[in-house]
């Protein structure tokens, strides 16, 4: 049984990094048939998908347009986990973040964190 | 980017209510769309992908259908733990893009 378990701060001051972690058990972060995303939710934003990691004999990233200058998404092997950093933070990135698999079904998500709310305020 | 319009917003229906839910993709998506359930507080919840799969243990009320740009969610007989909202999610093409949910009230 696949599960995630999120952690990361609560709160981010405007202008500077958000970082959330996702550690994964009951499978790889380097498995090469599952793919691993940042999801976001807010009151405005609805659900959105802001990227992915996968490794396919090498990493590949995929970013959503909203973000693409402003996000990486990095894995650690050792602790079979991966990480979102979030730059230049304002307000309105203010939301609940959950990382989710893609791992059956296509691209689709099957599993989920329990969610992580950051607040970007001063 | 794709966008996925989902309606109606919101619905209220009664117990054991047949009820549709639509999403409309910008461009073809052939069958890469999946189907999530949402509670207060909690993660969404998968229940159909590839358009018309039910994820596994999901109750067979629930069902979906479509191809290219239109698809539906039906929930056969509307139950009291069905209150929740409903998201499409379109996975043909990065950026992934999910529709504006549909809350149901019972």
């Known amino acids: 049984q696949v599960q995630l378990r999120q952690s990361g701060p609560g709160l981010v001051k405007p202008s500077q990094t958000l970082s959330v972690t996702c550690e994964i058990s009951g499978d790889s972060v380097s498995s090469d048939t599952a793919g691993w995303n940042w999801i976001r939710q807010s009151p405005s934003r609805g659900l959105e998908w802001l990227g992915r990691t996968s490794y396919r004999s090498e990493w590949y990233n995929e970013y959503a347009t909203s973000v693409k200058s402003r996000i990486d998404i990095n894995t650690d092997t050792s602790h079979n986990q991966f990480s979102l950093q979030l730059y230049s933070v304002s307000p309105e990135d203010t939301a609940v973040y959950y990382c989710?698999?893609?791992?059956?079904?296509?691209?689709?998500?099957?599993?989920w964190g329990q969610g992580i709310l950051v607040a970007v305020s001063s | 980017d794709i966008q996925m319009t989902q309606s109606p917003s919101s619905l209220s229906a009664s117990e054991g209510d047949r009820v549709t839910i639509t999403c409309r993709a910008s461009?073809?998506?052939?069958?890469?769309l999946g189907w999530y359930q949402q509670t207060p507080g909690k993660a969404p919840k998968r229940l159909i992908f590839?358009?018309?799969i039910l994820q596994s243990g999901v109750p067979s009320r629930f069902s979906g259908s479509g191809f290219g740009t239109e698809f539906t969610l039906t929930i056969s007989s509307l139950q009291p733990e069905d209150l929740a909202t409903y998201y499409c999610l379109q996975y043909n093409t990065f950026p992934l893009t999910f529709g504006g949910g549909t809350k149901v009230e019972i």
């Open positions: 461009q073809d998506i052939r069958n890469d």
């Open positions: 989710a698999r893609d791992g059956s079904g296509g691209l689709s998500f099957d599993y």
């Open positions: 590839a358009a018309y």
